[in-house]
DNA sequence: TGTTTGCATTGATTCAAGTCAACTTCGAAG
DNA sequence: CTTCGAAGTTGACTTGAATCAATGCAAACA
């Protein structure tokens, strides 16, 4: 529900990718929060501190410890962003798609690496001129600081989850999470495959890939969601899901003794 | 490093409680990244929108799912964040002192609770207002969006340890990054006992307190800390601490393999 | 058409952290 | 001074997820 007002903000302007290079064709300037008709010098100015930029499935586009000089804002496509450990444990702190932006945690450097897992469209802004656009575009600030502040509740949710939640309670979390995430995209085909692999789930849910597989299998078998044969997830009871999710009448709904 | 900018700008005004109810005296704006002169017209702004607050120690100030009415700039003490699950799991998602802002990871509802585990003094804005003393005070904004920034750093490596550090990794870490936090700020005195309990630190750290105090034995017997008899933890060799925490000296500098 | 290869699933076993329980210490209340 | 209770430590045992290992399966390829 919150989600709704990061990507399913229609605009009835429709710029060409030609005009600006910037902004895709088709989304115009409304993942970025520019809804209103844009003036000629602003249009230039746009494009003067934007590229467009394309990135393939598998590329990494974002170096954790690399000097923090673009800011991305994503128009196509999932990519996954990432921390890893000197011996090879990765931790994804999150997935990014439409509407999304990427480049807010980084102070000099990035503090983390961002890597498309289809291919991504996206908007690169040059960070140094941040400041100019904000000046220019007060609706794009107070969109990425309303960005931040949804972008920091996630993260309070997912450390709760990584910190207390069992493996079926993560699985349940992210599908449930997932499956809300689609509807608000105009794709709301939810018998979709996950754009993202087994590996890729251990690594966000903080578990191993055959842990992951273990609690999708258990899932299936209490009939809550069904595994296609190309893998893809289906949920079939979101109620159910939700309330696996958040450990709800497990034992909230303790019953009381009479004593 | 990066804490500084949010904890160590003094400034030379000193704004008395008298004039400004919500800027505590001998700190002035500071907090708040109001470091020049203000005017009549803006103390008297400020003052509408703001009102000191006090709460004791163990006393709750925010609760999850609340209508977030307020937003919050700490001056003195120190507070837990924390989410709770239906059936008692908890987990503390911060822990906020001088110039840190609450009420950040909030829309409609706050998405956490807040509890003082010291007496603490804030400044409390009514969260209606702040598109305002965003208009009359742009380095505010800004402000806050850099403490957004750097919080969401901060909740990126959360997740990193709750989803893949072992539980002395854990212990290392948070006592490495509670130690840069201690340098910072004018106390330095690293001898001092942490503010929050065991059960505080294995709600944040994902552990239990049993395994939080088998942690700190361990780091003892490797003499990196000490525990003193209150209670209180000394690090005694912070470069080791840090190569813990990142599991650094392990297994990146592998020996690579002839062949 | 068979082979390879990358994912995914499932089973057997191990292990790090959780649970349960005993004990210590210390400060506050009586 | 004694008692009490909260907080912390340590030990014995259990368990949920990790690890190790085998197998399935379909797309890519020779």
Redesign the interface.
């Known amino acids: 529900m ?1 989600d709704h007002r990061y990507r399913s903000q229609r605009a009835p302007i429709n710029l060409s990718e030609a005009i600006i290079p910037g902004l895709c064709a088709g989304c115009g300037a409304r993942h970025i929060g520019l809804c209103d008709a844009l003036s000629d010098e602003d249009l230039h100015f746009l494009a003067s501190v934007s590229r467009p930029l394309t990135v393939q499935k598998g590329q990494t586009f974002v170096v954790e410890g690399d000097a923090a000089r673009s800011f991305f804002n994503i128009n196509y496509g999932v990519a996954k ?1 990432y ?1 890893d ?3 090879g ?3 994804i ?1 999150g997935f990014v798609s439409a509407g999304d932006f990427v480049g ?4 000099s450097c990035y ?2 690496s961002a890597e498309a897992i289809q291919e991504v469209r996206m908007c690169r802004f040059d960070r140094t001129e941040l400041r100019n656009v904000f000046g220019r575009f007060p609706a794009i ?1 107070q969109r ?2 309303d960005f ?6 996630v ?6 989850l ?4 069992t493996a079926v309670e993560r699985l349940a979390s992210f599908l449930d999470g997932w499956h809300h995430r689609l509807s608000h995209t105009e794709d709301s085909n939810s018998g979709r495959a996950l754009p993202m692999t087994r590996a890729d789930l251990a ?1 966000y ?2 578990l191993t890939i055959e842990t992951v597989s273990r609690a999708l299998s258990s899932l299936r078998k209490l009939g809550v969601i069904s595994v296609a044969a190309d893998h893809g997830v289906s949920v079939l009871q979101s109620t159910r899901l939700a309330e696996i999710a ?3 009448g ?3 709904a ?1 019953i009381q003794p009479m004593a």
Do not use: I, N, W
Request: aromatic fraction near 4%.
């Open positions: 919150l962003l921390k450990m000197p011996d444990r990765r931790q702190t807010l945690a980084a102070d503090a983390f600030e990425l600081f931040a502040s949804h972008e920091l509740v993260a309070q949710e997912q450390m709760l990584l910190g207390r939640k690594d849910l903080g958040q450990a709800a497990s034992s909230s303790k």
